[in-house]
């Protein structure tokens, strides 16, 4: 049921805003809404109730944006194990009250509090146990498994009736909870490694290996507008961040009991070990990088590590790649559609390729006719390689080609310029720029700003 992502379920368009909301907090949930009332969902459903029952069929949880009484008419026909319960959640459509029916064992309350979180407003909690020792014994967490199930009504019921518990074994997820240890306590809690039958009053859970996840997401060009859901729910679910200093800062602020590991900017191998062994604690991890990941970016250094120095203890960790807007995505955007045809993506850096490479590579794409989008064209160690890229491509484009100038493109000192190739020099262009250079097709008009737009049109 773990696995399962959460479904958010709107009956009208006004309940839109809060369930987007929702899902930024929620990696993997999607949005289901009824066709003929609201539009721009994951999901479209055609039948209210059908579609609720058949995701809680599924073991899904599930978030409503209407009255609790609906949503209660709606599943009362299935229920009947309690234990077996996704969490059910009914939420108002501004966001003002969180409320868990179903699911308690399963992690509804603990799904409500996030939530809640989001909005600023405190969950309505009314499970007592919960509520007076604040901890969930029939619902613990990763890495622990109760055993007994069977046995927590009646035994959370003796501890409300004012039984004392003794502890044994490590439960550090207890430490700060109101029960009444006593070492002489007639009902018992108790942590193992090895599955056994629990005795009389007792709770018994079972240790079990928490299993990891590194995700490696991009932040796009900078704007956390321009981030998807699923990158900034990662970011808020996440226990450690690691990347490079300016981009960590980026996708900060950050909560108190969430680790940053900054790194020097060349360190790529080495942050990808560091975030893979993280995880393959138990911990969930995020690996940061601006853009794309898959893009000239971290994404390859993890795959690069765990397909040429894999570590045993790395088997169990569950990797994912998160995609972002892309540096050259951004600044086409910008500008209109300069990528609206076949086009070739060149880093100009010389850290991992030799420079013959990438002016043969150049050549190569511009007599082809490609549209040319130059990553990381220039830098104080290189500042010579640009000119020597340009005169490559100037022996196949005329000098009239339309060129866009992004920097900073989706951060607060963006800048952009539409210039010729023959008007282009290296002083115009630092290490923070991304280059488009058109194709023999390319078009630059004006805009009515005062700009111009620049667009590779679709048919040649």
């Not at 079972?206 to 990662?234: F, S, W």
């Not at 993280?278 to 990941?293: F, N, Q």
Request: glycine share 8%; hydrophobic share 45%; with cysteine.
């Amino acid at each position: 049921m773990a696995e399962l992502k959460a479904a958010i379920v709107v009956l009208n368009a006004q309940s839109l805003t809060t369930a987007r909301r929702i899902r930024e907090a929620l990696p993997g949930a999607r949005i289901h809404g009824l066709a003929t009332r609201v539009g721009g969902v994951d999901r479209e459903i055609d039948d209210f109730g059908e579609a609720v029952r058949a995701l809680y069929g599924e073991g899904r949880p599930l978030i409503v944006l209407c009255a609790a009484g609906i949503i209660i008419r709606t599943l009362a026909p299935l229920l009947s194990d309690k234990r077996a319960e996704p969490p059910v959640l009914a939420v108002a459509e501004d966001g003002s009250a969180v409320v868990p029916l179903l699911g308690a064992t399963n992690g509804a309350n603990d799904l409500a509090r996030r939530i809640a979180a989001v909005f600023d407003v405190a969950p309505a909690i009314t499970t007592t146990g919960e509520l007076r020792f604040s901890v969930n014994l029939l619902n613990p967490p990763p890495g622990f498994r109760l055993i007994n199930p069977e046995a927590g009504k009646g035994f959370v019921s003796d501890l409300l009736s004012g039984a004392k518990v003794k502890l044994v074994g490590e439960a550090p997820w207890l430490a700060a909870s109101k029960l009444a240890f006593a070492e002489n306590a007639g009902h018992v809690i108790s942590i193992v490694d090895t599955p056994r039958t629990a005795t009389e009053d007792e709770l018994l859970y079972l240790r079990e290996a928490k299993r990891g996840r590194l995700a490696v997401i991009g932040l796009g060009p900078g704007d956390k507008a321009q981030a998807t859901p699923d990158v900034l729910a990662e970011l808020a679910a996440a226990e450690d961040i690691f990347g490079y200093e300016t981009y960590t800062k980026m996708a900060g602020p950050f909560r108190a009991d969430q680790v940053v590991h900054a790194s020097d900017n060349r360190e790529e191998l080495q942050r990808a070990r560091a975030a893979l062994a993280c995880a393959a604690k138990g911990r969930r991890a995020v690996l940061v990088s601006s853009g794309d990941p898959g893009v000239f970016a971290m994404a390859a250094a993890v795959m690069e590590v765990l397909h040429e120095a894999p570590d045993p203890n790395w088997a169990d960790v569950e990797v994912a790649i998160l995609p972002g807007i892309s540096a050259a995505f951004a600044t086409a955007a910008r500008v209109g559609a300069p990528l609206g045809h076949d086009f070739a993506a060149i880093s100009l850096s010389d850290n991992l390729k030799p420079f013959e490479v990438i002016t043969g590579r150049l050549e190569a794409a511009a007599k082809a006719d490609f549209v040319l989008a130059l990553y990381n064209p220039i830098s104080k160690a290189r500042p010579w390689q640009l000119g020597e890229a340009l005169a490559a491509i100037r022996k196949h484009r005329a000098p009239e080609t339309p060129v866009v100038i992004g920097r900073d493109v989706g951060r607060p000192a963006e800048s952009l310029d539409v210039v010729t190739l023959g008007e282009l020099t290296p002083d115009m262009v630092d290490s923070r720029t991304t280059l488009i250079v058109g194709s023999s097709r390319t078009v630059a008009f004006p805009r009515g700003d005062g700009g111009s737009w620049v667009y590779t049109p679709r048919k040649y």
